[in-house]
């Protein structure tokens, strides 16, 4: 047990390293780059989640583990070493590359599965059967049929199956964010958040809950991950909200949302985010671009739900003596590294460096920074140590993405080979017509069935790959299209019956999980409009002109005072049934297509709001 740790430690640390280096000196040969990371990473998962570690069948297990682990790490070094050959001959496969290739697709499963439970590795094999038997099925679904030897040589013996571009994406881009998070967490950025979060939120009502809310983004802009940033932030945010009153299922519930938002709020998104650019061919700063005004509305209804909540309840402060001071927050030792890291990292990117290199750049002015500012009060021993255990969790935290993505390209290749991917989109079509709000509902349907078994990468990589492209047919851009899959993607770890960063918050926070999904979908409400107000109205992702942005941003103004406002019964008139309906009539014209309809939704709101004043002021007294 504990060899195993210390190997695990190790090849962490060297996969961090491996990162690290590549993102400064630039990336090996793209098969090279790719075979040496997923190397890395299948050796990490398996040290990572042993089987039947706990049982009779450890030893047994242990040479299992063993065998699989090396014949799959020799496939990727086969590739590694034979890129050449493989780049420019295209070979035929032999005996030797099937049983390679068996090897590292079942490697790949396995540690799906242990990592991430089952359904994964079931729809790869759904994929590899569907392309080895699929000329037997009956009707448009069956295609002209591939044999064992092209399917080896698709996924091994070339660049679109195991190889392909999300490993690709995987190994360079996602992997050097991972390690800038890491880093940036580890060395003094999860406290600087917290304290922040503490003064900017504390003393308002529902301060706590915002306490969460802020720490839970600022944290996920680093992780991009619902679920990790759960398990980090919500182990303090959720017991302080308890502590002061909270219902155990409300605080489950604002821990869970707030995480999920940091999937999409830039600078530094989710790992579908980086993929998505490559996807879409365009740079990652339009997809951050793209992300802003959406990310605001997700926020900020959070915020004002939790206020009206708040107050309507009498939710207590968080107490003085819980607060940090403003010196202490705004210490040079805890804010520059931050500033230092998150600036290089902006600063590259918008001079025109590649984001892997800006992440680099990023994590050099972090390590200098903190050294420096430190160094005196950590010693050299304890400088080390907080790199080394950047190094080291960032390196495990590839591990679940690596191995995810690999299994996503193995899938995705089948699809693009056996052409289901366009089927799927004309059945589609032909169900829905041309409508697009048809088409899109069913796609956002299948998203979040989708995103109940998988991460939201992996969820976003299968759906764009099949049914963005009946979305495109049906009239949506394409990058709306893509941001609409995201959304839906994401929302998936909050959406019941499978929230996986539900089920996460109601363990810390003790409580049965359905009162704490139903409280985070209420909180989420208005995002789940976001993705339709993307496709209705261009400038939510940055497109078209001034007028459309304008009427994005009003639109979203409206929705984010009118759905909280509606879903915590906020008195606007005094009466009831009448603040409902207008309630629902701004919502109704903050969603119509027609050009002024966000400035009526507004006005609307703003007339009711001036002229029950006195009536308000009636039921507080």
Known sequence: MVMREKLATGVAVLLGLFVLYTAGAGPFESLQQRGIFLALTLILGFLSYPLAVATRWRAAAAVFDVALCALSVAACLYVVTNYQRIMGELPYATTLDKALTAALVIAILEIGRRAVGLIFPILILVGLSYALFGQHLPGRFAHRGFDVNFVTETLLLGDLGVWGMLLGVAATVIA???????????????????????????????????????????????????????????????????????PASFAAA?????????????????????????????????????????????????FITIHLVAVRRGFRLVPDDEMPGWAAVLHPRKLLPVVAAVGALMTAIFVGRSVTTSAFWGIVALILVF????????????????????????GRGLVIIGVLLAGAQILVSMINLTGVGVTLSSAIVSVAGDNLIMVSVIV????????MGLPTTAAYVLVAATLVPAMVQGGATTLGAHMFVFYFATLSVITPPVCVAVFVASGIAQTNWL?????????AAVIYAVPFMILIYPGMVGQGSWLDFIDAALSSAVLVCAVPALLSAFPMTGKRPLDIALYVLAIALALWTFSVAPFIAAAVLVVAYLGGRRARMRITI
């Open 254 to 302: 604002v821990e869970a949302v707030a995480s999920t938002g940091g999937q999409i709020a830039p600078p530094i998104m989710g790992a579908a985010a980086f993929i998505m650019a490559e996807i879409v061919g365009v740079s990652y700063l339009t997809i951050m671009k793209a992300a802003v005004l959406p990310a605001l509305v997700f926020y900020l209804s959070a």
């Open 515 to 523: 009162p704490a999904a139903i409280q985070a979908v209420r909180l």
């Open 444 to 451: 956002a349907v299948v998203c979040l069935i989708m995103g």
């Open 176 to 246: 050097a964010f991972v390690l800038f998070g890491s880093m940036l967490l580890h060395t003094g950025g999860g406290e600087g958040f917290m304290d922040l979060s503490l003064r900017l939120g504390g003393r308002s009502p529902g301060g706590a809950a915002k306490v969460a809310t802020i720490s839970s983004g600022l944290f996920g802009m680093v992780s991009g991950s619902a679920v990790a940033n759960v398990a980090t932030t919500g182990n303090f945010t959720i017991p302080m909200m308890k502590r002061l009153g909270y």
């Open 371 to 394: 050294v420096l500012s430190n160094g005196m009060r950590l010693g050299v021993r304890g400088i080390a140590q907080k790199l080394l255990d950047g190094l080291q969790d960032a």
